[in-house]
């Protein structure tokens, strides 16, 4: 079976100069299943999310969720990522779905894990805790 590169990268196509809501290519991959997304958020946000992986875990049963949109014709797309312990197989994951709510044969919908290394989690929240997309169009995850 072909292995994929292990990744979360967020990539910067577009900022709203008005109000400057970011137009991000999300990219995730467990090394089997991968999924791409576009998807507009505010930096706040998605620094939000990084300040709260930088103190990830308190505990076994500490979770850190970023969810933006819905499944359904309402949004443009649905992104859910959060953070766990998986007591299955003791290590602690970062749990994704995406749905691009596109009709007939563009539809695409996922549901994935990525292990990592609490450490490595916390690493990547200081990337996006201290991101300004003006100056780094892409910020890639790779070490796990």
């Known amino acids: ?19 400057e809501l970011l137009k991000i290519e ?3 991959n467990n090394g ?3 999924s791409t997304l576009e998807i507009y958020d505010y930096i706040e946000s998605i620094q939000k999310f990084g ?3 930088t ?14 949109g819905e499944k359904g014709e309402k ?17 602690f994951v ?15 919908e996922s549901e994935f894990e990525i292990i990592a290394e609490t450490s490595s989690i916390n690493r990547f929240g200081e990337s996006l805790k201290n991101w300004n997309p003006k100056d ?5 995850w790779n070490e796990f």
């Open 75 to 91: 949004w443009a797309f649905y992104l859910f990522l959060k953070a766990c312990y998986k007591s299955d197989n003791n290590s």
């Open 26 to 28: 999300i990219h995730l």
């Open 94 to 108: 970062i749990k994704t779905k995406t749905c691009n709510n596109e009709f007939n044969d563009s539809f695409a």
């Open 136 to 140: 780094k169009k892409t910020i890639e």
């Open 51 to 53: 300040i709260e992986l």
């Open 1 to 19: 079976m072909l292995k994929m590169k292990k990744m979360i990268r967020l990539k910067i196509l577009d900022i709203d100069d008005s109000d």
């Open 55 to 68: 103190e990830f875990p308190n505990s076994k049963s500490d979770e850190v969720i970023y969810e933006i």
């Open 32 to 34: 089997l299943f991968a």
